[in-house]
């Protein structure tokens, strides 16, 4: 499965994953209000770029990781934290405590989970009054903007399935995906809030992370090698070596509230 590439490099991810910027990890904390008591559930952490902020808060945290290579690296990451753990398992298969954490937390990750039980499974584990949280990014257009419209030609010529005159939407015109939350009747109101960041990259830092991406890392390894190669000729002849590049994360919530029994 796609899911399963990010596991392929694992340093690789680690070193290339930005983590989330400090305002949307306060802004988590404060609407999941944790205590020393809370256990916090995060479903797909990679390398911890989620974690290691929670654990450093002081979060009782279980999190649940299909790469075997991915875990290492987060129980690594997370050495200082003893109260955070590292389980290695497909969420869907997964099997919990029952419902009793206070928190449930999964960030650009929920998309690899089936979606026939990924919100079922993640507020069942839920206890009462507990919070589920999803973190979603959007490459949005800023930045670098000249740099990526003419990137779309090495996109065309090394990517056949890349159509054509493709460019980043405007932040304003991405639309929240909260459908699948406001039709569970165990979640009560959904409440999103928005978070832009602009990172520069090194030409070599932005191929890293390009390299993490499954879309990148599906490519033939010919067809991906003269990719890279052209958008860093591009980057290193005509940018002075960097680009800038925007993203738009958002902090969707929900709480678990007990419906009354007909």
């Known amino acids: 499965m796609l899911r399963d590439v990010f596991d392929e490099d694992a340093e690789l991810y680690d070193r290339a994953r930005p983590a989330y910027p400090s305002v949307l990890v306060d802004a988590l904390i404060g609407e999941a209000a944790p205590t020393p008591d809370t256990r916090v559930l995060e479903v797909g952490p990679g ?10 808060a002081g979060c009782r945290i279980t999190a649940v990781e299909l790469g075997p290579s991915l875990a290492a690296v987060a129980r690594r990451n997370l050495r200082p934290f003893p109260e955070a753990r ?10 919990p405590p029952g419902p009793v954490f206070g928190l449930a937390v999964c960030a650009t990750a929920f998309h690899w989970i089936d979606p026939a039980v990924r919100v079922l499974r993640m507020t069942a584990a839920l206890a009462p009054g507990g919070t589920l949280a999803l973190i979603t990014t959007h490459h949005v257009a800023g930045g670098s903007e000249e ?8 996109y065309e010529r090394w990517d056949p399935a890349t ?3 493709l460019r980043a939407s405007d932040e304003s015109d991405v639309a929240s995906d909260t459908g699948e939350l406001d039709a569970c009747d165990r979640l009560g109101p959904v409440r999103i809030r928005r978070f832009s960041r602009e990172i520069t990259y090194t030409t070599g830092a932005y191929l890293d992370v390009l390299r993490t991406y499954s879309g990148h890392r599906a490519l033939p390894a010919p067809a991906r090698e003269g990719l890279l190669a052209c958008l860093a000729g591009l980057i290193d002849n005509e940018y002075g070596g960097s680009v800038t590049k925007r993203y738009l994360h958002e902090l969707i919530t929900a709480r678990r509230v007990e419906r009354p029994a007909p």
């Open 47 to 56: 390398t911890g770029q989620l974690t290691v902020p929670l654990a450093r």
């Open 163 to 165: 159509p054509p005159g």
């Open 147 to 154: 740099f990526f419209a003419r990137a779309q030609g090495c």
């Open 86 to 95: 590292v389980e290695v398992a497909a969420f869907e298969e997964w099997t």
